[in-house]
């Protein structure tokens, strides 16, 4: 890529890796940037949501993902004497994807990586380390060496943005004056990472308190297994991992026999509870663990990364379109760091319940947990996780209703809109992300077919290029622009007339209307989308090959 970038995105880890292709598939000229020549072949992250399959499922990449991966899992909490306190699985996914499952890191590095190495409209430096940037009104710099045939070659990349998704010891983050707030967890863990295991285990994860060296069970397909044992203080994290060691830990409590190439991984790490001060400085913005740090114990790190990237690759888009106001590049902090810094809380008082060894401080976790199981709401609370919440952007990038304004039973403004199983007009059955725009689109909930909204201000949404969808309940007719739900889920609660949802490139509800509301709900948009600034004829954007995962509920 000769000439000036629009977004430059410094590492390619998994986060990194979503954030360049997602600006690519737009059209947006992106380098990426990675110290490394291959990907990642480490086992780190373990868990993924179905909020992270959706937007893998723009990628093309989800499927074979999933063919990899132990889908539709629980966790299952055990107390002393490992006797089984709480039984927990996710709230059913509205988002067509399995709520939790157990993934392989590595997989999907790889599966990302080859994309992005075969992706027309995405520069990948390769074996290219950033030493320096730059930045002032008008873009970013970035100081590049790479080693090259010829010797060390060292070169400047200019663009309009760029990211840091270069992990925890980022240095883009650190480059631009950002600290880390927080603190790092005293006690230490062994991840013991196991291939070839010869019995079938159930689908959850394990946390054992027993009291004694507290450990956590991973299961995953194809035989592999992660057993996590926390590290006492007296231990030497050196000998600790030392193949004899590993085998103590793991036989004949876990494991019959353990042959060496059966440890895949065994490393001792330290979790840190830490959150970005500012997720954005001037043009550079943070992504992943560069933006925060989490223990491992909700399974969160990763897939806060993911909706990071998520979040900020469309109003990045907004901006090279130049249709992007400060208040939408600002939104990215306002709607991802207070989740982010959620996922740490829940993340570090989940450990504290596990890690617990003191004799009387188990014996009371045990006897709370149990006697609040007996609370019904409570019991729904822990055994449906719903202490994992979800993201609200209703402070963000949306147009809250007026009053009592219109409203659906299923979409709420600010939250990511379900996916039912919808038919076209071919007769096919697919997840409604198939049938979405790339960038913004603009439901049609019942009414009459066609459009019904204000014709004076029905410019914007061509403006923005929004595209237009009709959603039928289950019974419609379909026809071009119209789908029809298999199952009544976005549906229910709409009368006669027609209501209008305004949904974001990621997927979440930024306004729901009717026809008598869209002047408002244009006017409130506007402050972060400038229709009038906008590009008139924004970039093609890119289509998968891949094939959109079907949705279920």
Request: zero cysteines; a negative charge; proline letters at 8%.
């Given at each position: 890529m000769t000439g000036r970038r629009e977004v430059i995105v410094v590492g390619a880890g998994p986060i990194g890796l979503t954030a360049a292709l997602l600006l690519a598939d737009a059209g947006v000229r992106t380098t990426l940037v990675e110290k490394a020549t291959e990907p990642g072949d480490l086992p780190r992250a373990i868990s993924f949501q179905d909020e992270s399959f959706r937007t893998l499922e723009q990628l093309g990449v989800a499927d074979a993902l999933k063919a990899e991966s132990l889908l539709d899992t629980g966790s299952r909490y055990f107390g002393l004497g490992d006797r089984l306190l709480l039984e927990a699985r996710p709230v059913a996914s509205r988002l067509g994807h399995p709520a939790k499952t157990q993934f392989d890191q590595p997989i999907l590095e790889r599966l990302l990586w080859e994309r992005a190495v075969a992706h027309q409209g995405l520069e990948f430096l390769r074996g290219a380390e950033v030493t320096a940037i730059?930045?002032?009104?008008?873009?970013?710099?970035?100081?590049?060496?790479?080693v090259e045939p010829a010797g060390d070659g060292t070169r400047t990349l200019t663009a309009d943005w760029l990211i840091g998704a270069d992990g925890g010891r980022s240095f883009v983050r650190r480059a631009a004056g950002i600290d880390l707030v927080g603190t790092t967890q005293p006690q230490r863990w062994i991840v013991v990472d196991l291939l070839n295991e010869p019995?079938?285990?159930?689908?959850?994860?394990?946390?054992?308190?027993?009291?004694?060296?507290?450990?956590?069970?991973?299961?995953?397909?194809k035989g592999r297994l992660?057993?996590?044992?926390?590290?006492?203080?007296?231990?030497?994290?050196?000998?600790?991992?030392?193949?004899?060691?590993?085998?103590?830990l793991v036989v004949p409590r876990f494991r019959a026999e353990l042959a060496p190439d059966d440890v895949r991984r065994a490393v001792v790490y330290v979790a840190h509870q830490r959150v970005a001060r500012t997720y954005r400085a001037g043009r550079v913005f943070l992504v992943g663990d560069a933006a925060h740090l989490m223990p491992p114990f909700a399974?969160?790190?990763l897939n806060a990364g993911i909706r990071d990237a998520a979040n900020l690759a469309w109003k990045l888009v907004e901006a090279v379109d130049g249709g992007a106001t400060e208040r939408?590049?600002?939104?990215?902090?306002?709607?991802?760091?207070?989740?982010?810094?959620?996922?740490?809380?829940?993340?570090?008082?989940?450990g504290a319940v596990v890690m617990a060894t003191h004799p009387v401080l188990t014996r009371v976790r045990d006897t709370a947990v149990r006697a609040l199981g007996l609370i019904p709401r409570v019991r729904d609370f822990l055994a449906n996780m719903r202490f994992i919440t979800l993201p609200d952007h209703a402070a963000g990038v949306v147009v809250a209703p007026v009053g009592h304004g219109v409203a659906l039973d299923a979409v709420t403004v600010g939250r990511a809109l379900s996916q039912p199983v919808v038919r076209d007009?071919?007769?096919?059955?697919?997840?409604?992300?198939?049938?979405?725009?790339?960038?913004?689109?603009?439901?049609?909930?019942?009414?009459?077919?066609?459009?019904?909204?204000?014709?004076?201000?029905?410019a914007y949404w061509e403006a923005i290029c929004a595209k237009r969808l009709c959603v039928r309940a289950p019974g419609g007719e379909t026809a071009d622009g119209t789908v029809v739900e298999a199952t009544a889920v976005l549906t229910p609660g709409v009368g006669a007339h027609p209501v209008f949802v305004a949904v974001r490139p990621d997927r979440y509800v930024a306004a729901v209307f009717d026809s008598a509301g869209e002047r408002r709900v244009v006017e409130g948009l506007r402050a972060f989308v400038d229709d009038r600034s906008r590009r008139a004829h924004p970039r093609p954007r890119t289509r998968t090959s891949g094939s959109p995962t079907p949705a279920h509920h």
């Open positions: 730059t930045q002032d009104g008008d873009g970013a710099g970035v100081t590049v060496t790479t019995r079938p285990r159930e689908p959850f994860a394990e946390f054992h308190g027993d009291g004694k060296r507290p450990y956590v069970l991973v299961p995953g397909v992660r057993i996590e044992f926390m590290l006492f203080d007296h231990e030497d994290p050196d000998e600790m991992t030392t193949p004899e060691r590993i085998r103590e399974g969160q790190g939408l590049l600002d939104s990215y902090e306002a709607e991802r760091r207070t989740h982010g810094a959620a996922m740490v809380t829940v993340s570090r008082r989940i007009a071919t007769g096919a059955a697919r997840g409604l992300d198939a049938h979405l725009g790339r960038g913004w689109t603009l439901l049609q909930i019942g009414g009459p077919p066609g459009p019904a909204v204000d014709t004076a201000v029905d």
